[in-house]
T-cell receptor
Framework: NAGVTQTPKFQVLKTGQSMTLQCAQD?????MYWYRQDPGMGLRLIYY???????DKGEVPNGYNVSRLNKREFSLRLESAAPSQTSVYFC???????????????FGPGTRLLVL | KQEVTQIPAALSVPEGENLVLNCSFT??????LQWFRQDPGKGLTSLLL?????REQTSGRLNASLDKSSGRSTLYIAASQPGDSATYLC???????????FGDGTTLTVKP
């Protein structure tokens, strides 16, 4: 049981390049989330998926797109990277709304992204 | 705007001390509140989750309390150890839709 896994662990991009961050969970959770964490700050929600087939914007969605590929996988895409998107990106999952209650969120190890 | 605040940003204590970390939120109509631990360069580990209907949760040396009327939660750590050194984050959900708002965290250093 690997929990929540993220790839890659570290990435350097040039301004304007695109990339996709991958996230997968093996806990049969319904809900999945993407957060970013900037130095000395808490996490800010980018997008979330309450259940397979649905996605919604969080607090800071501009410049990002997401795909809930199936129940296990939730990807985050940067179409044209900007230096302001330099951050650590965390994926999380929880049993979610369909379970009737909002349970504990489980986090992946993070992807460190540097945009030059 | 619904906000979560954690003060102080950093705290240093000698080993063995009991300590309290604070979390304040602006809207008392919360769904749940969760405390996390984050080690440097690592992801977040859930410590305790308190549902809106609960007043406290305990796990080992950790006790989290919730006072919705005052918009506050505290995380009590008993008999602190150097291994407790980490950043502690508080996250509040105001609906059951899964969206959480995080505080900026308190970085705790426990000195041997």
């Amino acid at each position: 049981n690997a929990g929540v896994t993220q790839t890659p662990k570290f990435q350097v991009l040039k301004t304007g390049q695109s990339m996709t961050l991958q996230c997968a969970q093996d806990m049969n959770h319904n809900s999945m989330y993407w957060y970013r964490q900037d130095p000395g700050m808490g996490l800010r929600l980018i997008y979330y998926s309450a259940s397979e087939g649905t996605t919604d914007k969080g607090e800071v969605p501009n410049g990002y797109n997401v795909s809930r590929l199936n129940k296990r996988e939730f990807s985050l895409r940067l179409e044209s990277a900007a230096p302001s998107q330099t951050s650590v990106y965390f994926c999380a999952s929880s049993e979610g709304v369909l379970a009737g209650t909002q349970e504990t969120q489980y986090f992946g190890p993070g992807t460190r992204l540097l945009v030059l | 705007k619904q906000e979560v605040t954690q003060i102080p940003a950093a705290l240093s204590v000698p080993e063995g001390e009991n300590l309290v970390l604070n979390c304040s939120f602006t809207d008392s109509a919360i769904y749940n509140l969760q405390w996390f631990r984050q080690d440097p360069g690592k992801g977040l580990t859930s410590l305790l989750l308190i549902q809106s209907s609960q007043r406290e949760q305990t796990s080992g040396r950790l006790n989290a309390s919730l006072d919705k009327s005052s918009g506050r939660s505290t995380l009590y750590i008993a008999a602190s150890q150097p291994g407790d050194s980490a950043t502690y984050l508080c996250a509040v959900s105001w609906t059951n839709a899964g969206k959480s708002t995080f505080g900026d965290g308190t970085t705790l250093t426990v000195k041997p």
